[in-house]
């Protein structure tokens, strides 16, 4: 609809000052010419109104008179008491008549000239019609039909002549209702279709209006998510960093430890690849970044997992904590170095070990306790009681970054290691 | 391409530095060229009482310590005149650049020799000759 040329004209209106002041006037004047024709359509409207009662009433006394006339010649044909009577009865209804007309028209104003006028007539009427009836039937036929032919003939030609004034008058009424309303279409038709105009230009700010608030708001919320995530690149390249940082350290490390340089390779190329799989977990698409729908027991089944040679020797239990992003790399560390040593020395160096892992957290899901415990491998009182090597360093290193300690345990069934962690301070 | 790991004998360095592992690693480096080390602190508040005592003669900064900005410790050590060295995985970071000019900034992961390096060009050395080129 909008593509209508009428609309897309409404619509380039701008709505300021000058518009608003021209339209206003425009409006203006076309209301007080169509003001002006109303009153006076009104005024002329009224006028036929009376002429045509006026008229109404003539043809009522001519009415009477056309009676009166006909009850003469009834009684010249017939003077006896019927006739007499009926003219009384005639006579009666015609004062009724007239009272009527005259109560009705005392209650609003003075009696107008034209009603005096057919009250002159009327009454007139009654006095001949009185006349007639006094006559005595001595007095010739003749004699009396023509003075009262005169009389009544004199009345309606007054009464005629009356008509025809007002029958002219309501014909120059008639003819200015007609130019009334002729003068006044043509300002009505303006003045609608500026009415209109005003209102489609209004309906078309109203709707644009919400347009545009619809897509400030677009905007503004896309701007949001662009900073969100002009922020979660920046935090995640800060993370990169620092982590390439970490695995630099780990390769300078675990060679200071080691003489060959073929072991050095392969125990850094091990610490690096359980660091992979542990960020795994922590960098998977995440919006907040912050608590990943991750959990510490699935950290440590991706790190731990590709040195145990079947799904039996590996039992996660406990509680389901959530792995916040700073505990993935100490606790991918601490996990790696215990599998090895698992692999090399503990429960998974033989056939039939298995290791179990006891995960704990706090009312708020956060991590405060790991047990390692390896059971059916070989007696750990008998075999090496620690790694001496960087390894153990690194856990102890890792552990302290996230407010952790470590305490290990020889047993004959296998090396037991309790991890406490303290609660986050917020 | 590899850097001669300066001598850095006698003196004593603070490091500041909130990812243990590599603090660690920044420590062991800073004793091999003979120096002592002042710390690490892995704590804001930790680095900024040391650095109220001030016994060392420079320090290693890194600059978002657990969340925290290591700011006021620089400005405490700039009041002090002693020589410090960023290091951080933001290097292009504004406030660095316009409010330390002077301050050598070394990007990580560095090679720690650089670091000492940077290090050791921003110790006052009064009787060693101005430059080697």
């Known amino acids: 609809m909008t593509r209508l040329p009428v609309f897309t004209f409404v619509r380039s209106i701008s709505l300021d000052l000058s518009f608003l002041l021209v339209w206003a006037a425009l409006a203006a004047i076309l209301l007080i010419h169509v003001g002006q024709n109303f009153i006076a359509l009104r005024a002329h409207m009224e006028a036929d109104r009376a002429a045509t009662a006026q008229l109404q009433d003539i043809y009522e006394t001519v009415n009477i008179a056309q009676q009166a006339r006909i009850a003469r010649l009834h009684w010249l044909l017939d003077p006896g008491q019927q006739t007499r009577e009926d003219l009384q009865e005639k006579q009666d209804h015609y004062r009724a008549k007239l009272d009527a007309r005259r109560a009705a028209s005392s209650n609003a104003a003075p009696p107008s000239e034209f009603m005096q006028n057919v009250e002159r007539l009327s009454r007139e009427v009654m006095a001949l019609v009185e006349q007639i009836s006094q006559i005595p039937e001595t007095v010739h036929m003749s004699l009396r039909s023509g003075h009262l032919r005169l009389a009544t003939d004199q009345i309606l030609a007054n009464l005629e002549a009356e008509r025809d004034r007002i029958a002219h008058e309501k014909d120059v009424s008639r003819a200015d209702i007609k130019a009334d309303w002729a003068a006044m279409i043509p300002s009505l038709l303006l003045l609608s279709s500026l009415v209109g105009i005003m209102a489609l230009r209004l309906f078309f700010k109203f709707r644009d209006d919400r347009t545009q608030a619809i897509r400030a708001e677009y905007l503004e919320e896309l701007a949001r998510e662009r900073d969100r995530a002009d922020i979660l690149a920046n935090e995640l390249n800060h993370r990169v960093k620092n982590l390439f940082a970490v695995v630099s350290s780990i390769v300078t490390m675990t060679a200071r430890g080691e003489d060959s340089p073929m072991l050095a390779a392969q125990k850094a190329r091990a610490r690096i690849n359980a660091l992979a799989r542990a960020h795994d977990l922590s960098t998977k698409p995440d919006k907040t970044m912050s608590h990943s729908q991750q959990g510490v027991a699935e950290l440590w089944t991706k790190v731990v997992e590709p040195y145990c040679s079947n799904e039996g020797r590996l039992n996660l239990r406990g509680d389901v904590v959530s792995l916040i992003p700073s505990l993935t790399t100490p606790l991918g560390l601490v996990a790696n170095e215990l599998a090895t040593n698992a692999l090399k020395y503990g429960a998974w160096s033989g056939l039939g070990g298995a290791v179990t892992i006891d995960i704990r957290g706090d009312d708020q899901g956060a991590i405060r306790k790991i047990v390692w415990t390896e059971t059916g491998g070989p007696d750990a009182r008998v075999g090496s009681q620690a790694d001496p090597g960087f390894g153990t360093t690194m856990m102890e290193l890792s552990l302290q970054q996230i407010g952790g300690q470590m305490s290990r345990v020889w047993n004959s069934s296998g090396l037991q290691v309790t991890i406490d962690i303290e609660p986050l301070k917020s | ?133």
């Open chain 2, 1 to 133: 391409m590899s850097v001669k790991t300066p001598n850095l004998a006698g003196q004593r360095i603070l490091i500041v530095e909130d990812e243990v592992l590599l603090a660690h690693d920044v420590c062991a480096s800073v004793a091999e060229a003979g120096a002592t080390v002042t710390g690490p602190f892995h704590k804001l508040e930790d680095a900024y009482d040391a650095a109220t005592d001030a016994r060392f003669e420079a320090a290693i900064l890194d600059v978002d310590i657990a969340g925290k900005l290591v700011f006021p410790v620089a400005d405490l050590l700039e009041a002090k005149g002693i020589p410090f060295v960023f290091h951080t995985a933001r290097p292009e970071s504004q406030t660095l650049r316009t409010r330390y000019t002077e301050t050598p900034i070394c990007g990580k992961p560095a090679a720690l020799d650089w670091l000492l390096r940077l290090l050791s060009e921003a110790l006052p050395r009064p009787t060693v000759a101005p430059s080697k080129d």
